[in-house]
């Protein structure tokens, strides 16, 4: 089966004839041999056809020249005014040669004579016709687009004869090159300079030995500049290949030249710039460095190359100094200002850099530039400068002026924080005898040692002055406690009885000093160091090698405290210390279960004294050490005796916070052990709850040492820290001893009796043993027992007594006393 045939088109003809037997013939002989083919519409008037044409599509009119409205080659112009894009094949009674030149020149398709009478003549004219006529639109569209094209194109177009002659120039090249380039030879129109490297490729490519040349030129305009331009230059052949004339397509590349001079201007300078240039990406990763770069880092382009800025990382500066830096260039675009960096060496150099960023058009980062140099020279000669400005110049200490203006800000910066400052005046005693009797050198030696003890005396944010001659000032920032000063000047006191080297022989030289505290002393720099001055005169008076308080009072109170801390530390030599024991007892039986060492200091003078009297002073002063060693001693040696007659018994000890942080307490209880016989399974040692739930490394280390040893942990004063019950499944602990304030109001406070159950309850679910401290009263008694606590001490059932006196209560059940 064959596919069925396309429909055929007919071809409109519009048959402008007045002669009807004519138009009849004509129609007679193409529709009858060929009647599908064609299709007429026939006027007999030029204006019919005109309006004609305007109401409907023709492919072809079959115009005779006579009609009655319009004679000659006239009838051709007028229709082809009003419909030049429709194919005309002129049908006429003339057989006239020059006519039909005429005609086709106007625009005719083709030129028949009437009376022929040949179909196929006819037919072949008609197709064509439409055919030349398409091939005429579609050329002149053509050439409108190339002139179009040619007009407007950005590019400088011309074309170039054999001889080398330009011609046919568009508007864009007469623009740049002005209108005397027509004509001209190309040369010409090329720099000198250029001329001879365009000259060879232009002949041989319009010889036909190439096909086309690219050349970047400098050209000559018309008013004597010059511009670079970039010309392609092509060889157009005729149909049998023999050159004809060239193309040339000419660029104006100018401000591409501008650039690329700038750039290579810039990159001169950034290479041959003294200071240290590197380029990074937006992310901050170096993409580019400079060789000043590498000279001031000593980093080479391949190491610095994608590395971060922390490459010059110097670890001077803090997070928030980069916070600010990144900061101000996203908001501003530049930072400057000097940073600390770090050579590939290690070594540290000052800088004063320059960060900016480049944003592209859309305002986006695309890189930061950073330009620095190196002002260590600089910075070393100002801080030169500056110490000689400001120091004296025997001693190296702070001079007069810087010691006051430090203590200005001092004293505003302790008034903003509620603090106090400690202002000490030194005096040396006897100096002149030294400078007369062993000369000046030796007087400037003794000063240089005396600033050097000072210095080593005191803490590194605190302040040593010379003030001139033999006076020192001292600024104590951050003093909360008029005892801070008295220690610091004790120091000094015991630096100064260490005898000095002097003209190669020890000589001991003492000093007055005097004390001010602000704000109570006074509140402005000047009254504060007329009062420490005068403290110091007045510490000379009374006999020198001491020092004074501005305050009487004050004065007396450190006296009192020296003195207390001389006799504490030969309390353990002359025997004043005692160990003295208070039963623990179970609340089932009231027999005792624990012996809780608790020691006392039978002062001369003052009388017995507690622990809460002078511990804390042997914590401050170190002596907490021998003291607390010799305490454990006694009661070790006392608890194996009382071992051997009541295996059931256990030895407790209190221990500080800095016991269990010395690195020898471990060792010294399990020495004290094996020296004293004690079992280790019999001795619990109480640590204050506040030291424990603090959870310090060093604490929690301590504690599991202990435990190692077989030695139960107690958790003493349970309660005052508002413990959270949920850590005691962390803790080391074996025994609760729940603090005396939660048992005094057992009878008053609900919320105090419900945590003391709550503490009895949770203790007995894990397994750890617990102790009521404080019990002094029945009601109190009778809570605990009720509430199955496990053991109590207290002034109801017995005070600390000596070792003599505990035994007795080892023999028989104690008896709550009424």
Same mark, same amino acid.
């Given at each position: ?123 072949? =004219? ?94 000559? /305009? ?40 700038? /750039?290579?201007?810039? =990159? ?47 670890? *001077? ?70 110490? *000689? ?182 309390? &353990? ?5 005692? &160990? ?50 010799? =305490?454990?001693? /006694? ?14 018994? *256990? &030895? ?13 307490? &471990? ?58 019950? *949920? ?92």
């Amino acid at each position: 089966m064959t596919a069925p045939s396309s429909p055929v088109v007919p071809i409109e003809v519009l048959l402008v004839e007045d002669n009807p037997g004519d138009a009849r013939l004509v129609e007679i002989l193409l529709l009858g041999q060929y009647p599908r083919d064609f299709r007429f519409t026939w006027v007999d008037t030029l204006a019919a056809a005109i309006a004609k044409v305007g109401q409907q599509r023709f492919d072809v009119a079959l115009l005779d020249l006579s009609l009655p409205d319009s004679l000659g080659l006239e009838t051709l112009t007028r229709l082809r005014t009003f419909a030049p894009m429709l194919p005309v094949v002129v049908l006429t009674g003339h057989n006239d040669d020059s006519a039909a030149v005429q005609a086709v020149q106007q625009g005719a398709q083709d030129y028949l004579v009437k009376g022929e009478n040949n179909v196929d003549l006819l037919r072949r =004219a008609i197709r064509y016709a439409i055919q030349r006529s398409a091939a005429d639109a579609n050329l002149r569209r053509s050439e409108s687009q190339f002139r179009a094209v040619f007009e407007n194109a950005g590019l400088g177009v011309a074309m170039i004869d054999p001889d080398g002659h330009l011609f046919s120039l568009n508007p864009t090249l007469v623009g740049l090159l002005g209108p005397g380039a027509q004509n001209r030879p190309l040369l010409d129109v090329i720099h000198p300079d250029d001329r001879s490297k365009a000259a060879e490729p232009m002949w041989m490519l319009l010889s036909g030995e190439r096909d086309g040349f690219c050349e970047e030129l400098c050209l000559l /305009q018309g008013q004597g500049g010059a511009l670079w331009v970039a010309m392609t230059m092509s060889l157009v052949r005729s149909a049998d290949g023999a050159p004809q004339f060239a193309v040339a397509m000419i660029e104006d590349i100018s401000a591409r030249k501008a650039l690329e001079e700038q /750039q290579r201007l810039a =990159a001169s300078v950034l290479e041959a710039t003294s200071e240290g240039i590197f380029i990074t990406d937006a992310e901050r990763r170096i993409v580019h460095v400079n060789p000043a770069f590498t000279r001031l880092t000593g980093y080479g382009p391949a190491e610095a190359r994608g590395q971060g800025l922390d490459l010059l990382s110097s670890g *001077r500066h803090g997070p928030d100094f980069f916070t600010e830096l990144w900061r101000r260039v996203n908001a501003t675009g530049n930072w400057q200002g000097e940073i600390w960096n770090r050579r590939k060496s290690g070594e540290l150099f000052a800088a004063w850099l320059d960060v900016s960023a480049v944003r592209s058009q859309t305002g986006g980062v695309v890189n930061f530039v950073a330009v620095f140099s190196d002002i260590t020279s600089r910075k070393e000669t100002e801080e030169r400068l500056t110490h *000689r400005a400001h120091h004296d110049p025997l001693t190296g200490l702070p001079n007069r002026a810087l010691f006051l203006e430090r203590l200005e800000h001092a004293i505003a910066r302790a008034q903003r924080n509620q603090l106090q400052v400690g202002v000490l005046f030194l005096d040396l005693d006897h100096f002149k005898q030294i400078n007369d009797s062993l000369g000046h050198l030796a007087g400037d030696t003794l000063l240089q040692q005396v600033s050097e003890r000072l210095i080593h005396t005191v803490r590194a944010e605190d302040t040593v002055a010379r003030m001139g001659g033999d006076e020192f000032t001292l600024i104590l920032e951050d003093v909360t406690d008029f005892r801070d000063a008295a220690k610091v000047a004790q120091k000094i006191l015991q630096q100064f009885s260490i005898p000095f080297e002097l003209a190669g022989s020890p000589h001991r030289v003492t000093t007055s000093v005097g004390i001010a505290l602000y704000p109570a002393d006074g509140e402005s720099v000047e009254v504060l160091l007329r009062q420490a001055d005068e403290a110091m005169y007045a510490s000379k008076k009374q006999g020198r090698d001491a020092f004074r308080f501005s305050s009487a009072i004050l004065s007396e109170r450190a006296f009192e405290r020296q003195t207390l801390e001389d006799s504490l530390a030969l309390a &353990i030599n002359n025997g004043q210390l005692e &160990i003295y024991f208070q039963p623990i007892a179970d609340l089932s039986d009231l027999r005792v279960v624990g012996a809780e060492a608790l020691l006392r200091w039978q002062h001369p003078e003052v009388g017995l004294m507690v622990p809460r009297q002078f511990l804390p002073l042997a914590n401050e002063t170190g002596l907490i050490k021998p003291i607390g060693q010799w =305490a454990m001693r /006694q009661a070790f040696i006392q608890g194996a005796r009382w071992l051997l007659t009541h295996p059931a018994l *256990r &030895i407790c000890v209190n221990v500080s916070k800095s016991e269990l942080h010395d690195p020898d307490f &471990i060792q010294m209880i399990e020495g004290l052990l094996a020296e004293s016989g004690l079992p280790a399974a019999a001795l619990d040692v109480e640590v204050p709850e506040g030291v424990a739930m603090e959870a310090e490394a060093t604490t929690m280390q301590a504690l599991e040492a202990l435990r190692t040893l077989g030695v139960h942990i107690a958790l003493d004063d349970f309660g005052i820290g508002h413990t959270d019950f *949920r850590t005691l499944h962390t803790m080391p602990v074996d025994v609760v001893k729940i603090a005396p304030d939660f048992i005094r109001v057992l009878g008053g406070e609900k919320d105090e009796a419900n945590l003391v159950r709550a503490a009895i309850a949770v203790a007995r679910s894990m397994n750890i043993r617990v102790v009521a401290k404080g019990v002094e009263t029945t009601e109190q008694f009778e809570f605990l027992r009720s509430n199955q606590c496990g053991g109590a001490q207290g002034y109801l059932l017995s005070r600390p007594v000596r070792a003599q006196e505990f035994e007795k209560l080892l023999e028989a059940p104690l008896s709550p006393k009424t």
